[in-house]
């Protein structure tokens, strides 16, 4: 089992940044990919970045340019730096992991998991005003 926890969200103007942060624990040597999802009042759940455990990163076309997701492997932590924040970028964003691999598993941004295994955190909330 893998538990994620992440944290750093918060309220900020637009043109602001936050940092969010996941720190990953249990089997957290099985982990292939990690990621960032948000879901906004409303509307469904969509991917915003993931990282591969060997640094391969994708994002989604609407925060390239403007965020970026890094790893520390060795404290099992992901994040995501958002900067040029917009009031579209508003949502729960949530911390994803999963051991699975390609074709099955971490293809992209498009789906709205990471594949048939996803863990999940808990979720923390990013608000931005304009």
């Known amino acids: 089992q893998v538990r994620l926890v992440d944290s750093g969200g918060g309220s900020v103007q637009a043109g602001g940044s936050l940092r969010l942060s996941c720190a990953a624990s249990?089997?957290?040597?099985?982990?292939?990919?990690m990621g960032w999802f948000r879901q906004a009042p409303g509307k469904e759940r969509e991917g915003v970045a993931l990282?591969?455990?060997?640094?391969?990163?994708k994002y989604a076309d609407s925060v390239k340019g403007r965020f970026t997701i890094s790893q520390d492997n060795a404290k099992n932590m992901i994040y995501l730096q958002m900067d040029s924040l917009k009031a579209e970028d508003t949502a729960t964003y949530y911390c994803?992991?999963?051991?699975?691999?390609?074709?099955?598993?971490?293809?992209?941004?498009?789906?709205?998991?990471?594949?048939?295994?996803?863990?999940w955190g808990q979720g923390t909330q990013v608000t931005v005003s304009s």
């Open positions: 990282i591969t455990s060997d640094g391969g990163t």
């Open positions: 994803a992991a999963t051991p699975s691999r390609p074709p099955t598993s971490c293809t992209g941004v498009s789906s709205r998991t990471l594949g048939p295994l996803t863990y």
């Open positions: 249990g089997y957290t040597a099985a982990l292939y990919c």
